[in-house]
């Protein structure tokens, strides 16, 4: 999971690495008010989830009210890169003598964590890396031996860095190591950590991505991550525990493993438009079923919905009665067609008639999706 630059500067902060004075903004007047107090001129930034917002159009800067009014005006009304902008970061703008990178990653290769800098910031690295190799400098961290400053202080010595700037640029790759490994990050990164014209460093942008297998046991300073995802359905989706996809076709589509539900997906996708990928996991029970039912129904405009489900660990003929109630229960008008194979494989079938499914008793997916195809037409 991805932060945004305003949550991961806050987090940054807490772990004592020197931030720029700053509030978030959802609207012009709130942006007004926010710039008053930290006194212009001031950066607006765009809070969207992608990187090289400087050259999209997402940074702006203010140096008076009226310049604000318009430039923040026209941010919250923005797309960057195809993103809607909500919110806008105004931050104090500082006077900036040079631009570094610094980066916390985990190395794909070794599964190790390694920690980049470059004299080069401010732009990408992977162009660094292409230009200007030599500007570049990587610890690799053994786990079982940990960081310890003096890795960093001869990394810094080694790219020719000025003596003065050597201990505070090790305090903020100590800090940023702390923040990475506090927070199980995949990516840490601070693009430009700046000099400030006293000597002192700074970080102006911030990125912060958690890995998502530890957000179980990451505490994060913020809202519930099921708040941060944007589609309702999608949200509903986490909420009951199964993974949801929207995508924006009109046949539903209810499986039981990733692999099926992919499956699924592409041969609808021949003919027809898939409205969603929907897959249970393997805590199959009738509520859950009713849940999905309740789930792909939220879409509006639904031609079909097709139910591919396999009973191995999964008990399906208690699935099959989830769906048949909420069919009952909401009437549902649209053809349903099922397939389901495996454990109980006729008790199922069985189920599933006598809601008005469409059974398909064929192994293979292929034919389930002929059936539904001459059940919804061209
Ligand atoms: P990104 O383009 O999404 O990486 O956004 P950044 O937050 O890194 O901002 C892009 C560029 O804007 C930075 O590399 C800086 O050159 C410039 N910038 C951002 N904040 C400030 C600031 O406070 N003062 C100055 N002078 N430049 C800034
Ligand atoms: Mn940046």
């Known amino acids: 999971?991805?932060?945004?630059?305003?949550?991961?500067?806050?987090?940054?902060?807490?772990?004592?690495?020197?931030?720029?004075?700053?509030?978030?903004?959802?609207?012009?007047?709130?942006?007004?008010?926010?710039?008053?107090?930290?006194?212009?001129?001031?950066?607006?930034?765009?809070?969207?989830?992608?990187?090289?917002?400087?050259l999209a159009g997402g940074?702006?800067?203010?140096?008076?009210?009226?310049?604000?009014?318009?430039?923040?005006?026209?941010?919250?009304?923005?797309?960057?890169?195809?993103l809607p902008v909500r919110k806008i970061l105004v931050c104090e703008k500082v006077e900036i003598a040079q631009e570094f990178y610094l980066g916390f990653t985990i190395d794909s290769y070794s599964g190790k964590p390694v920690i980049v800098v470059s004299t080069e910031g401010g732009v990408l690295i992977e162009e660094?890396?292409?230009?200007?190799?030599?500007?570049?400098?990587?610890?690799?961290?053994?786990?079982?031996?940990?960081?310890?400053?003096?890795?960093?202080r001869s990394l810094l010595r080694r790219l020719g860095l000025n003596q003065q700037l050597i201990t505070p640029w090790s305090d903020v790759i100590g800090q940023l190591y702390n923040v990475a490994l506090r927070y199980e990050a995949l990516i840490a990164e601070i693009n430009p950590l700046v000099v400030l014209p006293n000597g002192g460093l700074m970080?102006?942008?911030?990125v912060l991505e958690v890995d998502d297998s530890a957000l179980?046991?990451?505490?994060?300073?913020?809202?519930?991550?099921i708040d941060r995802i944007e589609n309702p359905i999608e949200r509903r989706g986490r909420e009951i525990g199964v993974s949801y996809v929207d995508l924006d076709g009109?046949?539903?589509?209810?499986?039981?493993?990733?692999?099926?539900g992919m499956a699924s997906m592409d041969i609808i996708g021949q003919r027809m438009k898939p409205a969603n990928f929907l897959e249970t996991g393997g805590g199959i029970?009738?509520?859950?079923?009713?849940?999905?039912?309740?789930?792909?129904?939220?879409?509006?405009?639904?031609?079909?919905?097709?139910?591919?489900?396999?009973?191995?660990?999964?008990p399906i003929h208690e699935g099959a009665k989830g769906v048949v109630r909420y069919i009952h229960e909401h009437k549902v008008k649209i053809p349903i067609v099922a397939k389901a194979l495996g454990n109980r494989q006729e008790e199922t079938w069985e189920i599933f008639r006598s809601g008005g499914v469409h059974v398909v008793t064929e192994a293979a997916t292929e034919k389930a999706i002929d059936r539904l195809y001459e059940l919804v037409g061209a």
């Open 203 to 206: 970080a102006v942008d911030a």
């Open 1 to 54: 999971m991805r932060l945004h630059e305003y949550e991961a500067l806050d987090i940054f902060e807490q772990n004592r690495i020197p931030v720029p004075r700053r509030a978030v903004a959802t609207s012009m007047h709130e942006a007004l008010q926010v710039a008053g107090e930290i006194g212009y001129p001031v950066v607006l930034k765009a809070q969207v989830l992608v990187g090289g917002r400087g």
């Open 59 to 82: 940074i702006k800067v203010a140096s008076t009210a009226d310049e604000l009014k318009d430039l923040a005006e026209a941010l919250l009304s923005s797309e960057i890169k195809g």
């Open 250 to 260: 009109d046949i539903g589509l209810i499986s039981s493993g990733a692999g099926l």
């Open 128 to 152: 660094t890396a292409r230009s200007a190799p030599e500007k570049i400098a990587a610890i690799h961290i053994e786990p079982t031996f940990g960081y310890y400053p003096y890795l960093s």
């Open 216 to 225: 179980s046991r990451v505490r994060l300073p913020l809202p519930d991550r």
């Open 285 to 314: 029970t009738a509520d859950l079923l009713y849940k999905c039912m309740e789930l792909v129904m939220m879409k509006p405009d639904l031609r079909a919905i097709f139910i591919n489900v396999y009973g191995g660990i999964n």
